[in-house]
C-alpha cells in the first residue's frame, strides 16, 4: 500500500512539498508533546494556558517560518528516504539545531519565561527522534519488502569483495529487482568468517569452486575496484570451471549508492589482461602539448583517434586531425564537438578535419605552411600484414615513402616534435608491413641529428580492440556460432589496451630528443589460444563444446611470437616504468634515403612483388 503511494505519479510530481510538510507536522507534533511533558502531562492544562490567544498564533506562524525557510535552504525535504544515510541524518541535525538557536534568540528576545527554553529542548530532540526514526524506518521497510520480493526469486549471487565496494554493492543488489539477484554471501580473503551487513563472509577466493557448487551458485559479482587483473583473472578462471555468470564492479575513484547499478557491468577481455593501470605525468604531458597547434596523422584509425581523445583531454589550441578516410574524419569531429559542448575547459580549442594522403608532398607543405604546426603524431599506415603481402608497393609507398614525406615537411618547417608509432612486427620483420615500419625507424634516427626538431618513434605491440584485430574478429565469429580460427594454436602476442597506449605514446613525447625509439612494457606475452577461450567463456559459452577453435595454419609473412627490442639494441629505463629508451644508433641519412627512392622507383613500374620484398628487406641491412 506505502508503496504504491509513493510511486504514484502525482506524490511523485509533488514529493519536495509533501516531504516538507510531513516534516512540519513532526516539528509541530513534538512542540506539542513538549507543552504536555512540561505541565504534567496535563492535556487540559495546556489548552487552558495556551489557547488560540493572538500572542500564541504570532509565535506558532514564527515559528512556522523558521523551520520551513531552514528546511528548504539545507534540502532536508530534497533527500530520498529509500537512501537516507549518515549525510542526510547530520543534515537533518545541523538544521535543527540552527532552528534551536534562532528560536532561543527570539525567545530572549520576547523575554519569555525559562519553562519556554525547556519546551525547546525538549521540542528539538522529540523533532530529531521522529523525522530520524521516520526516514530510517521507511529505508527498513523498503528494504524488508524487496528482501520479500526476492525471497523465492533472483538468481544465487556472491559478491567477491567484502569492503565498501561490496557493501555498496550489497544495498544496490537489495533495492534493484531488474538486478535479478538474490544475495547469499561474500568472498574475501582478508575477513573470512566476518558478517557484513547480515551476510556471512563464506571464504577466500580460493574456496569459490567448492562455495559455488555447495550453495548452487548462478552469479558472481566482483567488487574489488583496486584489485590487480591478476586477481580478477584468479576469480574468473575458477568460476568459469562452473560455467557461472560473472559481473564485475567497474573500477572507479568514487561509488555512488544512487548508481551503482550503472558501474555493474560484464567481465571484458581488458579485464584479463594482467597489466597494472599506466601512470603517467600529467604535468609533462600537459607541458608540451596545451596551448600547442597539434597535428595528428591517420586520426581516422584506432590508434590515431585515441591519440586525438588523449591530446584533447591537454587543451591544445588547434588540433588537426588529416586522414583519407572521409567518413571516419567527420564522425571523430563530432565527438569532439559534443565534448567541446559539454566541457567549457574546452570550449576554445580549435579542430580542423583535412583530407589528405601522407603520399603526397604539395599536400603537406600546403598544410604545414597553412597551420603552423608545433607537434606532429605520426599514425598514419598500412598495417595488415596478409593486405601488404600481396601489395608491398602500397607499404612502401604509404608506410615508408609517407612517413619520410611527414617527417621532413614537419623538420623543414621547424615544427617542435614528431612522434611515430611503430610496431613490435619491425623487429626481426618477415613480412612487408614489418619491414616497412622498420625502415620508418631508420628514417627517422637519420634525422635525429638535426637541431629543430625533437623526433621520436614508440614501439608497442598489438592493441586489443584495434580495427581487424583479433578481439572483433573472434567475437564476430562467436556471434555466427564459431568456429574461432586460429592461424597456430601455440602464436603468442603481447597486447595492450587502446586508451593505455595512447597515453604512453602522450609520454613518450615529453621524453622526445634525438631520434630515440621508446618500447612500451608490454607486460607478459599472451598466448592467442587463451585470448580465444577466455572471450568463449566471458560471452557465457564452453570452448570446444559450443564454440570450436582450429588452426588454420600461419599466414604469409606471419610469426609464432614477435619481439619488442633486437638482441644487440641498448635499452635504459626512463622516469616512467612502463617506458623504456633505446640508445641512439647512427644512421646514415643520405644512404636511408637513396635506398628509399629506390624502393619508389620500383613501385612506379610492374615488377614482381616477391622482388620488391627482397628489395626491401636489402635495403634495411644495407644502411645499417
Given at each position: 500500500m506505502l508503496s504504491k503511494i509513493t510511486h504514484n505519479r502525482l506524490f511523485v510530481?509533488?514529493?519536495?512539498?509533501?516531504?516538507?510538510?510531513?516534516?512540519?507536522?513532526?516539528?509541530?507534533?513534538?512542540?506539542?508533546?513538549?507543552?504536555?511533558?512540561?505541565?504534567?502531562?496535563?492535556?487540559?492544562?495546556?489548552?487552558?494556558?495556551?489557547?488560540?490567544?493572538?500572542?500564541?498564533?504570532?509565535?506558532?506562524?514564527?515559528?512556522?517560518?523558521?523551520?520551513?525557510?531552514?528546511?528548504?535552504?539545507?534540502?532536508?525535504?530534497?533527500?530520498?528516504?529509500?537512501?537516507?544515510?549518515?549525510?542526510?541524518?547530520?543534515?537533518?541535525?545541523?538544521?535543527?539545531?540552527?532552528?534551536?538557536?534562532?528560536?532561543?534568540?527570539?525567545?530572549?528576545?520576547?523575554?519569555?519565561?525559562?519553562?519556554?527554553?525547556?519546551?525547546?529542548?525538549?521540542?528539538?530532540?522529540?523533532?530529531?527522534?521522529?523525522?530520524?526514526?521516520?526516514r530510517l524506518g521507511y529505508r527498513a521497510y523498503r528494504e524488508s519488502v524487496l528482501n520479500a520480493h526476492l525471497k523465492f526469486k533472483g538468481r544465487r549471487s556472491l559478491i567477491v569483495g567484502a569492503g565498501s565496494a561490496g557493501y555498496i554493492l550489497m544495498k544496490e543488489l537489495q533495492k534493484n529487482i531488474k538486478l535479478n539477484a538474490k544475495l547469499v554471501g561474500f568472498i574475501d580473503d582478508f575477513q573470512d568468517g566476518m558478517v557484513v551487513g547480515g551476510y556471512a563472509v563464506l571464504g577466500k577466493i580460493k574456496d569459490l569452486p567448492k562455495i559455488i557448487t555447495k550453495k548452487e551458485i548462478d552469479l558472481v559479482f566482483i567488487a574489488m575496484p583496486s584489485a590487480d587483473k591478476k586477481t580478477i583473472q584468479k576469480v574468473v578462471d575458477l568460476c568459469k570451471i562452473l560455467n557461472v555468470e560473472i559481473k564485475i564492479m567497474a573500477p572507479g575513484e568514487t561509488l555512488f549508492m544512487n548508481n551503482t547499478s550503472n558501474q555493474i557491468r560484464s567481465v571484458t577481455i581488458e579485464d584479463l589482461l594482467g597489466r597494472e593501470e599506466a601512470k603517467l605525468s600529467s604535468e609533462e604531458i600537459s607541458e608540451y602539448i596545451k596551448g600547442e597547434v597539434v597535428l595528428v596523422t591517420g586520426a581516422a584509425g584506432s590508434i590515431g583517434s585515441q591519440l586525438v581523445m588523449e591530446i584533447f583531454k591537454f587543451q591544445p589550441q588547434h588540433l588537426l586531425l588529416l586522414d583519407v578516410n572521409e567518413n571516419g574524419l567527420y564522425m571523430l569531429e563530432q565527438e569532439l564537438s559534443c565534448l567541446k559542448r559539454q566541457n567549457a575547459s574546452y570550449e576554445n580549442i580549435k579542430i580542423t578535419s583535412l583530407i589528405a594522403s601522407i603520399r603526397e608532398v604539395a599536400a603537406l607543405e600546403n598544410i604545414f605552411s597553412e597551420y603552423n604546426i608545433d607537434i606532429v603524431y605520426h599514425a598514419a599506415a598500412h598495417k595488415h600484414v596478409p593486405l601488404m603481402e600481396t601489395r608491398p608497393q602500397e607499404a612502401i609507398k604509404n608506410n615508408i615513402v609517407g612517413t619520410r614525406n611527414v617527417i621532413d615537411v614537419a623538420i623543414k618547417h621547424c615544427a617542435k616534435r614528431v612522434i611515430m608509432i611503430s610496431t613490435d612486427k619491425a623487429v626481426n620483420p618477415t613480412n612487408v608491413m614489418g619491414a616497412s615500419k622498420r625502415m620508418t625507424e631508420l628514417i627517422l634516427q637519420s634525422r635525429g641529428l638535426q637541431k629543430n626538431t625533437k623526433i621520436a618513434a614508440v614501439r608497442f605491440g598489438n592493441v586489443l580492440g584495434s580495427n581487424g584485430?583479433?578481439?572483433?574478429?573472434?567475437?564476430?565469429?562467436?556471434?555466427?556460432?564459431?568456429?574461432?580460427?586460429?592461424?597456430?594454436?601455440?602464436?603468442?602476442?603481447?597486447?595492450?589496451?587502446?586508451?593505455?597506449?595512447?597515453?604512453?605514446?602522450?609520454?613518450?613525447?615529453?621524453?622526445?630528443?634525438?631520434?630515440?625509439?621508446?618500447?612500451?612494457?608490454?607486460?607478459?606475452?599472451?598466448?592467442?589460444?587463451?585470448?580465444?577461450?577466455?572471450l568463449i567463456r566471458l560471452s557465457g559459452l564452453r570452448p570446444y563444446k559450443d564454440i570450436d577453435i582450429i588452426e588454420i595454419g600461419l599466414r604469409p609473412g606471419e610469426k609464432m611470437f614477435e619481439e619488442l627490442q633486437y638482441s644487440e639494441e641498448k635499452t635504459h629505463s626512463t622516469a616512467n616504468p612502463m617506458i623504456m629508451v633505446n640508445e641512439i644508433i647512427d644512421v646514415d641519412a643520405t644512404k636511408v634515403d637513396h635506398k628509399v627512392d629506390e624502393l619508389l622507383a620500383l613501385c612506379q613500374e610492374p615488377v614482381d612483388k616477391t622482388l620488391l620484398k627482397k628489395k626491401l628487406f636489402e635495403a634495411i641491412k644495407e644502411v645499417i
Open positions: 510530481k509533488h514529493r519536495s512539498i509533501v516531504l516538507l510538510v510531513a516534516d512540519l507536522i513532526v516539528v509541530g507534533f513534538s512542540y506539542i508533546l513538549a507543552l504536555i511533558f512540561t505541565h504534567d502531562f496535563s492535556v487540559k492544562q495546556v489548552v487552558s494556558n495556551y489557547s488560540f490567544s493572538m500572542p500564541v498564533i504570532l509565535l506558532a506562524i514564527a515559528l512556522l517560518i523558521i523551520y520551513t525557510t531552514l528546511f528548504v535552504v539545507y534540502k532536508v525535504n530534497k533527500s530520498l528516504w529509500e537512501y537516507i544515510g549518515e549525510k542526510e541524518l547530520w543534515n537533518i541535525l545541523v538544521t535543527l539545531v540552527i532552528a534551536f538557536i534562532i528560536c532561543g534568540l527570539l525567545f530572549f528576545i520576547l523575554h519569555f519565561r525559562i519553562v519556554f527554553y525547556l519546551i525547546l529542548i525538549i521540542a528539538t530532540v522529540l523533532s530529531s527522534f521522529f523525522m530520524f526514526g521516520i584485430s583479433v578481439i572483433p574478429i573472434f567475437k564476430n565469429q562467436i556471434e555466427k556460432g564459431g568456429p574461432i580460427t586460429l592461424t597456430s594454436k601455440k602464436i603468442i602476442r603481447y597486447f595492450m589496451t587502446i586508451p593505455e597506449a595512447a597515453q604512453l605514446v602522450l609520454q613518450a613525447g615529453y621524453y622526445a630528443d634525438r631520434g630515440e625509439i621508446f618500447i612500451l612494457d608490454m607486460g607478459e606475452p599472451v598466448k592467442i589460444l587463451d585470448l580465444a577461450e577466455n
